[in-house]
């Protein structure tokens, strides 16, 4: 209600009543409604944030979170709740949307590094998967599809690549496993944020965006995450700077501070995965489908051609067990014709025990 709209009010609610007040007191009367007015419009925004439909952004509450982490390399966040998953996505996975309550956790800014795993694996002499397989999948651009590559593993990613793909301690670790990456979150006394709290931390704030950043793909007219340019896989242009991984950090983080919520690489979640979880997840603080809901090697409609054949039928013999985990976020081989992963809603899935050049992980607590 405005000034104009409030002084009516007042005068219409006085030339009703019984009496009249002196001149000078409608002044002070009509004072004292709008100083009220203006503390309880104040103290809402202060407690709920008020909502800019034109960006989609819930304001007043970013601040707070950005103050609220302890750890240099994380942030705190309130929880709350907010809608998950998209009505209008191409995926039925991603539908219905739903609303889930989270409680208060923390979460790592950027993705785990190759310095901080590195000093993982100096403390522990730990041995990844890939390391174990002495091979790991990496995307050959030439042949236009997923392959074994002996000795791909996370200290030296992109074996007979360009140098500008070579090993380098600010790029986000990749070619762990989900497994490896629960051993890393284990030992720095963490674990793997759950699929809500990835997907509520990605929008940062955000109501009913596609993108980590806002509703646009392009904000500002410049490219806000390291994705594919042009229609994978038989163009990339690398107009965002990128034709591999990116350092962490190389984008705006979104609201919540942030970094990478969108590309570079997929990030593990704690979730197994199963296509139909959002029709009976719970509502507050949801934790993935129970083992027997999860889908394993064994599932006859394997998502693999989501990911452009990332491993065969034939090379799953043997792993029919094997559970699939959620990823979450897209990266650098993520593009608009391949269901733009990057997007805070999509999702996507492995095998727990996999390893590729393009997933990698962060930490919550």
């Known amino acids: 209600m405005d000034n104009d709209a409030v002084s009516e009010h007042f005068r219409l609610s006085i030339s009703n009543q019984s009496f009249m007040l002196p001149a000078h007191k409608h002044y002070v009367a009509a004072k004292i409604i709008a100083w009220t007015l203006l503390f309880l419009a104040v103290a809402g925004i202060i407690r709920y944030g008020w909502q800019d439909r034109s960006s989609g952004t819930v304001r007043g509450k970013t601040s707070a979170v950005k103050a609220s982490g302890q750890d240099s390399t ?44 590195q000093e993982f694996v100096e403390k522990t002499h730990y041995e990844t998967s890939a390391e174990k397989n002495a091979w790991s999948y990496v995307f050959n651009t030439e042949w236009k599809a997923w392959v074994r590559m002996v000795g791909a593993n996370w200290k030296n990613p992109y074996p007979a690549a360009a140098a500008s793909a070579s090993f380098n301690p600010d790029m986000p670790v990749v070619h762990v496993s989900w497994d490896d990456a629960a051993a890393y979150c284990r030992w720095a006394k963490k674990r793997l944020p759950t699929e809500a709290e990835w997907e509520y931390a990605a929008k940062g704030g955000l109501v009913d965006a596609l993108y980590p950043w806002g509703k646009e793909r392009f904000a500002g007219g410049k490219y ?41 690489v ?15 997840s719970p509502l507050e603080n949801p934790q993935g489908p129970l083992p027997e809901e999860t889908q394993t090697a064994a599932v ?19 792993i029919a067990e094997v559970p699939y985990r959620v990823m979450r976020g ?31 992980f962060r930490c919550a607590e």
């Open 224 to 264: 806000q995450a390291n994705f594919w340019q042009g229609w994978f896989p038989n163009e990339n242009t690398g107009e965002d700077g990128f034709l591999f991984l990116a350092p962490v950090c190389s984008f705006p983080p979104n609201r919540f501070g942030l970094c990478d919520m969108g590309g570079n």
């Open 74 to 117: 994380q942030t705190g966040l309130p929880g709350g709740t907010f809608l998950m998953g998209n009505d209008r996505a191409g995926e039925k996975d991603q539908r219905p949307a739903h609303l889930v309550t989270l409680k208060p956790f923390k979460i790592d800014i950027h993705e785990v590094t190759n310095r901080q795993f």
């Open 300 to 318: 006859a409609q394997l998502r693999l051609e989501k990911q452009y054949g990332r491993c065969t039928k034939e090379e799953l013999d043997g």
């Open 330 to 360: 897209g990266s650098f081989l993520s593009a608009e014709n391949t269901d733009a992963g990057y997007r805070t809603s999509a999702r996507g899935c492995q095998l727990q025990t996999m390893s590729f050049q393009d997933v990698g």
């Open 266 to 280: 997929w990030e593990w979640c704690a979730d197994g995965y199963s296509e139909l979880y959002y029709l009976r």
